[in-house]
């Protein structure tokens, strides 16, 4: 009989009864409001986010580096690393452990950070980490290894010409203890003391020296890294200290200051002191011949407290002072601004360009300009951070009744460029003044018709200037050749309310809209003002247009001009007591710069001699910006402007961007009232819409089931 199965038991009838079949219309509204309970639930987590941003208005910085993001300046130059096909490698030798003193923790995690945004902004800039100091020295002689086979070969004559001097002294001081057993020595007082003299020169001082000498380039030859120009210093000290001692014995002179049984030796063997002598002075030439490597100079600034850059071929070590920079703030107190970006980018700029472009300020006046404590001082220091070499010259001599140069000028030709300040001396003669104009536009001219290029800021020349040059407008006929019309008769003004009902004409305004040039696109939004000395109608912006009709194979372009405004117009009298436009006077908007190319050679002209001045570039505030203080410029685009003309001049274009420095406030910039409300509204009425879409989807395909 077969027994039941009892795994399997018999179903029941509510098991055996037929599923619930929903109608059409059930699963329509079952469907949909399903969809409606997500759709609620999407906008309910939406306005609870949207409220709180608004309840407690929290904001973070999210990027790696804690200053927003890098700058373009920094992206174009990273693309141009990445097209090279060279690797660099950033090391951070500030200290990051938790037992490092904080604050210096604290500047390490931002070097830190920083180094990380570079190596994810570039597949060809990346993070190298030291087991040891020995390890990063192994690298760094790595990359330095060319340059110390001259040092090596110098160094392998160095033991055969020390033991030579070691077996000449060791002869010499056993030929001089043999005069110990004469009797006229023994006996002489004054010859006992000469014989001891020269006794310990050849038998202690002499050797002793050498053998010194000898152990310390020992040492540093086995060093991972020797440290070349320092021993080689050593050695030739050493050596010519030998060689002085051997000198002087050997003059005639000096031997008749002993007694005649010293002097019968020294006769004897002067000769082989001269001859030694002679060869320790061709071998210290030969060492004074080696160029210097850069490896010391890294050896130098090698801290705990420093970032290294490490290139193919060389590196470069950032100290502390390069990367934190002290500055004052209202208070008082001083503040240290973090400017890594810029120093790291100088530092690559230095490893990748071979051969810097070269800048020179001239002016008539003679005075310090760039060096420190002159007027355009910050100008040159930007340029050096962006591995441009800096010179000074003026036509004209400190004294004023010489008018001819008295040196030639520092660079000329290719590669170089010249920035023109239109800064008139003063208390010239007319003669006088009109003979320095004319000769410094024959240097210009060299300078162009050489390959050169050049930048000429130009003020506008009032009626009691124009008198010092007899009415001879500098630069006007020579700006022409380039298709530049100079229009410096006119000064532009801005009118401005000082009290109700009460206006006055200031030479000063600010732009911050720029054509869409190439030096002028990448800065738009970023102002840049302007302005006269002072607001006297002395060196006040003035006019420079493209000319109507272009010479031939020349290309003019408008740079910078005003807004188009009524209250801003070029006047011929910018010292009337009126404050209104007269007839005569320019309309906005007024061109006040030029870009020009002829063939290769580029001139930028601009009609504000003072706008790259150290009061105007460094006006600003200080600020937190990602937990840290900054400088936050009042007008950017003045430095902006230079540097970006600079490298356009330079045929560098590629190098053209906003700098760090400039962007350190606008790289995220707060939302205006309506879009801030178009995102409001976005956060709502996006997520309904795609739901609603949805719901459509599932309707059109659920229709025929």
């Not at 050896?299 to 390069?322: F, I, K, Q, Y």
């Not at 040039?517 to 006040?540: C, D, H, N, V």
């Not at 209104?580 to 580029?602: Q, Y």
């Not at 600020?623 to 230079?642: H, R, T, Y």
């Amino acid at each position: 009989m077969t027994q039941p199965d009892k795994t399997n038991p018999p179903r029941t009838a509510a098991r055996n009864a037929p599923p619930r079949v929903f109608t059409v219309r059930q699963r329509r509204w079952m469907y949909g409001s399903n969809t409606a309970i997500m759709v609620l639930a999407v906008v309910a987590v939406v306005a609870l986010a949207d409220w709180l941003s608004v309840k407690f208005n929290y904001s973070r910085d999210c990027t790696t580096g804690g200053i927003y993001s890098l700058s373009p300046r920094t992206h174009d130059l990273l693309r141009q690393i990445d097209r090279s096909g060279k690797t660099y490698f950033l090391v951070n030798l500030f200290p990051t452990s938790l037992a490092a003193d904080p604050a210096e923790r604290a500047d390490g995690l931002k070097v830190q950070r920083l180094m990380k945004e570079y190596a994810q902004a570039s597949h060809r800039v990346k993070i190298f980490k030291p087991h040891s100091r020995h390890a990063l020295l192994v690298q760094l002689r790595h990359r330095f290894g060319d340059q110390f086979q001259p040092y090596r070969k110098a160094l392998r004559q160095f033991d055969p010409l020390a033991r030579r001097l070691l077996a000449f002294f060791k002869t010499r001081a056993k030929g001089i203890r043999a005069l110990s057993g004469q009797a006229a020595v023994a006996r002489n007082r004054r010859e006992l003391a000469h014989y001891i003299v020269l006794s310990s020169v050849f038998s202690d001082y002499l050797p002793r020296l050498m053998r010194r000498t000898q152990r310390r380039v020992a040492r540093q030859i086995k060093s991972t890294l020797p440290d070349w120009p320092g021993l080689i210093r050593r050695i030739t000290s050493a050596l010519r200290n030998i060689q002085d001692n051997l000198q002087r014995i050997s003059e005639k002179k000096i031997r008749a200051e002993f007694g005649p049984a010293v002097q019968a030796w020294l006769k004897k063997n002067t000769a082989d002191i001269k001859k030694r002598a002679v060869s320790l002075t061709a071998y210290i030439n030969t060492l004074t011949l080696l160029k210097p490597v850069k490896s010391s100079r890294v050896l130098r600034n090698l801290s705990p407290d420093s970032l290294v850059l490490m290139g193919p071929h060389n590196a470069r070590v950032l100290t502390r002072n390069e990367l934190f920079l002290p500055r004052k703030g209202v208070s008082g107190r001083i503040h240290y601004l973090f400017e890594g970006e810029q120093a790291v980018n100088a530092a690559l700029l230095a490893m990748t360009q071979k051969h810097p472009p070269k800048v020179v300020f001239v002016s008539l006046d003679p005075q310090n300009l760039i060096s420190r404590g002159g007027p355009f001082s910050h100008a040159a220091r930007i340029l050096r951070r962006n591995n441009f070499k800096v010179f000074q010259w003026s036509p004209t001599p400190p004294n004023p009744q010489a008018p001819a140069a008295s040196t030639a000028p520092p660079a000329i030709g290719q590669g170089v460029i010249w920035v023109v300040l239109d800064l008139p001396p003063s208390g010239q003669q007319p003669m006088l003044a009109l003979m320095q104009y004319q000769q410094l536009e024959t240097e210009i001219k060299k300078q162009l018709s050489a390959g050169g290029n050049a930048m000429f800021l130009l003020g506008a020349m009032p009626a009691q200037l124009l008198m010092t040059t007899q009415g001879h407008i500098p630069f006007k006929s020579m700006l022409a050749s380039y298709g530049i019309r100079l229009r410096s008769t006119y000064s532009v003004v801005q009118r401005m309310q000082v009290h109700p009902g009460v206006h006055v004409l200031i030479p000063q305004f600010a732009v911050s809209s720029y054509p869409k040039t190439t030096i002028g696109k990448p800065i738009e939004s970023l102002r840049t003002i302007f302005t006269s000395y002072e607001g006297s109608p002395l060196l006040a912006p003035t006019v420079i247009e493209p000319l109507a009709s272009a010479p031939k194979n020349t290309v003019a372009q408008v740079l910078v001009r005003t807004a188009n405004s009524t209250n801003i117009w070029g006047t011929t009298q910018p010292q009337a007591t009126r404050a209104g436009f007269a007839p005569g006077d320019l309309k906005s908007p007024l061109p006040i710069g030029v870009m020009a190319r002829k063939f290769t050679t580029r001139v930028v002209a601009i009609g504000d001699p003072l706008f790259i001045a150290n009061g105007v570039i460094n006006e600003g505030y200080l600020s937190l910006a990602g937990g840290q203080p900054v400088v936050i410029s009042d007008f950017p685009g003045n430095a902006e402007l230079f540097l970006n003309s600079m490298y356009w001049l330079a045929h560098e274009s590629h190098l053209i961007a906003v700098s760090p420095r400039a962007t350190v406030a606008l790289r995220i910039r707060k939302l205006s009232s309506g879009a801030e409300m178009f995102v409001r509204l976005a956060s709502f009425v996006g997520p309904a819409t795609f739901a609603v879409l949805g719901g459509l989807v599932v309707f059109l395909v659920r229709r025929r089931i």
